[in-house]
């Protein structure tokens, strides 16, 4: 589960959160105009992406373990981590632990969103319905 529409999806989020957390011209809008659009928006490209992925990857149903969140919300989740790192990077020094923490935090979801393909593909994992 990697390229394809799910790319245009993760970056997507990625410029959502970015909105979120960093701003555009290094503020981030209070508005709760703009704070709600960029949430409602968030909660549908996570749909997107599960719809996608509950029409483009076979679920194996029997045996298999069930995972507590669905592809769009680790990816979701995974975007908001590469921000908040590329954001670490911009303007921590090099030395700072939290510049280490948030790629190391990033590694490890990346690491988890591996994982978690493999097992899906394999049968050993399944996704929950909703």
Same mark, same amino acid.
């Given at each position: 589960?990697?390229?394809?529409p799910?790319?245009?999806?993760?970056?997507?989020?990625?410029?959502?959160?970015?909105?979120?957390?960093?701003?555009?011209?290094?503020?981030?809008?209070?508005d709760?105009?703009v704070?709600?659009e960029?949430?409602? %928006? %968030?909660?549908?490209?996570?749909?997107a992406? =599960?719809?996608?992925?509950?029409?483009?990857?076979?679920?194996?149903?029997?045996?298999?373990?069930?995972? +507590?969140? +669905?592809?769009g919300?680790?990816? =979701? %989740?995974?975007?908001?981590?590469?921000?908040?790192? @590329?954001h670490?990077?911009?303007?921590?020094?090099?030395?700072?632990?939290?510049? @280490?923490?948030?790629?190391?935090?990033?590694?490890?979801?990346?690491?988890?969103?591996? =994982?978690?393909?493999?097992?899906?593909?394999?049968?050993? %994992?399944?996704?929950?319905?909703?």
């Amino acid at each position: 589960m990697v390229g394809g529409p799910l790319l245009w999806f993760a970056r997507d989020l990625a410029v959502l959160h970015e909105r979120r957390l960093v701003g555009r011209g290094g503020s981030v809008d209070t508005d709760p105009t703009v704070v709600l659009e960029i949430e409602r %928006r %968030r909660v549908e490209l996570v749909m997107a992406i =599960d719809d996608w992925v509950a029409r483009s990857v076979p679920q194996h149903r029997l045996g298999a373990t069930l995972h +507590t969140e +669905t592809v769009g919300a680790v990816i =979701d %989740r995974l975007a908001e981590s590469s921000v908040r790192a @590329h954001h670490a990077l911009m303007t921590l020094d090099a030395h700072d632990e939290r510049l @280490h923490g948030a790629w190391h935090h990033l590694a490890e979801l990346a690491d988890a969103y591996d =994982d978690l393909v493999r097992d899906i593909l394999a049968g050993r %994992r399944r996704l929950p319905e909703w």
